[in-house]
């Protein structure tokens, strides 16, 4: 009889006695199939991969970064995509200028495809000594799927130029030009000039597509009250169920800033005629260390320019949801975060008063009903594994909570 076997047959017969096994006796652990699994729910999301402070410099010495990527065959063809993006203090945070994956899985699945990014030219932006840094997938599809990553390495040196690299942005990311369907898109992440108001700004791929589908329901969706905003309203998967029979309509942007929402106000928004507007947004201006006098000056300006179009228009603020810290956070992140999460309960109270002074502005509290009953915390089965997006069920609360302004309002 073969070692092993007689190892197994040890084991059973340990276990049946209630015994337990002690390190000699137990059979070796299984290697994982895959360094690192992540569930995808297929609305945008920007899992972390590295959290290594080391890899700052690594990118710096070797900036091609590559990543192996697969993903269980599909019994239909549909979408997915992947990219890739570092992070750290004292930089911007900055994602591959496309997608690096942009395929369906399909009946064959994709089996450690690699996706290769030449960071070159963040070199100098890169910290030498970070306190924090982080390496993310950025993923979306059609449907929510199980994505394993392995290997991820960098390469290349002084001669990275001659290291595989991902094809060149596509122009229109860095020169916008009108389309032909009159959609504005939008500038360029470094033209600072080309963008209304102050503070952080981010764009991605994602973005514009969401924006593109905006622009397929314009027609369907005039005079409604329009949601607008990041994630929060983004995701927010149920919108017409929780205000069923309603006219609403959801205009929220994954990754979202002020700056982000002043720009596309007009086309995004106003164009649609709404009934009134519901303005969730804060929280990337928040997390990318933006300051409350700029946040504030571009919450101005969006009232500005919709009561400018309309000046009866009623404008909703809600506050800005609060956060936790998963576990598994990185330490210099936990601490950067720690320093920038306790802000949001001022960001609420300026837009609170902004709310007090203006006419038809109200604001409606999204804070505190995410929180435990003591306030001590978030609320974690409120909120995904993120605990920042909340799940299904807190957004059906937050309807709740948002229900009786608007019908105070006689908007419904």
């Avoid at 190892?7 to 015994?19: E, F, K, N, P």
């Avoid at 947004?281 to 309309?310: E, H, W």
């Avoid at 576990?327 to 210099?332: K, L, M």
Wanted: glycine residues 8%.
């Amino acid at each position: 009889m073969k070692k092993e076997m007689i190892l197994m047959m040890s084991a059973a017969m340990c276990l049946a006695a209630g015994g337990n096994l002690s390190a000699e006796d137990a059979a070796p652990a299984a290697k994982p199939a895959h360094e690192l699994t992540i569930q995808a729910t297929g609305k945008w999301q920007n899992p972390v991969l590295v959290t290594d402070k080391a890899a700052a410099a690594k990118l710096k010495a070797h900036p091609v970064l590559k990543v192996d990527i697969t993903v269980s065959p599909e019994e239909s063809d549909t979408w997915f995509q992947a990219k890739l993006a570092v992070h750290g203090d004292g930089m911007t945070r900055a994602e591959s200028p496309k997608w690096l994956l942009d395929r369906a899985p399909g009946t064959t699945g994709l089996d450690k495809v690699t996706m290769s990014w030449d960071t070159s030219s963040l070199t100098s932006q890169l910290p030498g000594n970070p306190t924090w840094f982080k390496i993310e997938l950025v993923t979306q599809g059609d449907h929510a799927r199980t994505i394993y990553v392995d290997n991820i390495r960098y390469e290349g040196g002084a001669g990275a130029a001659a290291v595989e690299k991902p094809k060149a942005a596509q122009p229109a990311a860095d020169q916008p030009k009108k389309e032909v369907n009159s959609l504005t898109p939008y500038p360029s992440q470094g033209d600072t000039a080309a963008w209304p108001g102050k503070g952080p700004i981010k764009t991605g791929d994602w973005m514009a597509g969401e924006r593109k589908a905006f622009w397929g329901r314009r027609e369907a969706d005039q005079g409604k009250i329009v949601f607008v905003g990041d994630s929060i309203i983004g995701g927010w998967k149920k919108l017409q169920e929780d205000f069923l029979g309603k006219p609403v309509a959801n205009r929220g942007v994954g990754g979202d800033v002020t700056r982000g929402v002043l720009f596309r106000l007009q086309q995004d928004v106003l164009d649609l005629h709404p009934k009134a507007i519901v303005l969730e947004i804060g929280g990337n201006d928040n997390s990318a260390d933006g300051k409350l006098p700029d946040f504030l000056f571009n919450i101005n300006a969006i009232i500005d320019l919709a009561q400018k179009v309309n000046p009866d228009l009623p404008v909703i603020l809600c506050g800005i949801t609060p956060k936790g810290i998963p576990a598994s956070t990185n330490p210099g992140l936990v601490s950067y975060l720690k320093r920038i999460y306790p802000e949001i309960p001022a960001w609420n109270a300026a837009l609170a008063k902004i709310a007090s002074t203006r006419k038809n502005v109200y604001y409606v509290d999204f804070y505190t009903p995410l929180l435990l009953p003591d306030g001590s915390g978030i609320d974690t089965t409120l909120f995904n594994s993120d605990q920042v997006h909340p799940t299904n069920e807190a957004h059906t609360k937050l309807a709740g909570v948002i229900s009786k302004t608007l019908a105070d309002l006689k908007l419904f």
